[in-house]
């Protein structure tokens, strides 16, 4: 038993190191890689062994040798590239896709989809209490400029371009003087409107 447990034991060895051989010749530049490992321990005595040790590595092709151009992060830099252009492209898609529904519509839809969606943010968005603050006083600034250039400033726009300039003059140039003075009025409520928007704006980037 003991005489045959040897032979198995060569045998076993001798086809190990005959599949190293065999793998190490078939491999090329290219292939995948792998590694093969194996031991052998011999008995020399009661106290003391023989190991017999082979191992063979392998790198895949895709490991770039020193010095070498790493093609395969190149191509995979491109197709991140384009990943995320598509990506993003397709989220703006989809986020303009009510205001470009309401431009093919009548205007007054995306005006009032727009304002809708300003009183949402300000009334039921408990992210933050200032961003809503401001994001109501842009809502207000915005609001008043707007009543300002209906209700005082496209009054006197008609008299002073649809009035006869030899009959009116006195009224174009009181309507002239008078748009002039609040429409630095106007342009400050709406720089005020702006810049409650911005630091809206910082405050939520920063949340």
Excluded at 49 to 60: D, F, I, K, N, T
Excluded at 63 to 74: K, N, S, Y
Excluded at 86 to 107: C, D, F, I, W
Excluded at 142 to 151: E, L, N, P, Q, R
Aim: proline share 3%; hydrophobic share 50%.
């Amino acid at each position: 038993m003991k005489f045959r447990g040897n032979c198995v034991l060569l045998l076993v060895l001798c086809q190990f190191f005959t599949d190293v051989s065999g793998i190490a010749q078939g491999r090329k530049h290219g292939d995948e890689g792998g590694s093969v490992r194996g031991a052998v321990n011999l008995p020399i005595g009661s106290i003391a062994a023989a190991r017999l040790v082979g191992y063979y590595h392998h790198l895949p092709g895709f490991i770039t040798a020193p010095g070498e151009t790493d093609v395969l992060m190149i191509v995979v830099g491109f197709v991140l590239i384009g990943a995320v252009l598509g990506v993003g492209n397709l989220y703006l898609h989809l986020h303009t896709l009510p205001e470009r529904m309401a431009h093919k519509s009548q205007k007054l839809q995306f005006e009032i989809v727009a304002v809708l969606g300003l009183l949402a943010l300000i009334f039921f968005w408990k992210t933050s209490l200032p961003i809503r603050i401001l994001l109501a006083a842009t809502f207000l600034f915005v609001v008043g400029t707007d009543v300002m250039t209906f209700a005082y400033f496209y009054p006197r726009n008609d008299i002073m371009f649809n009035s006869d300039l030899s009959h009116n003059l006195n009224s174009i140039e009181k309507a002239l003087k008078q748009w002039g003075m609040m429409n630095w009025t106007r342009s400050l409520i709406a720089t005020i409107a702006l810049v409650c928007s911005m630091i809206a704006l910082h405050k939520y980037y920063r949340l």
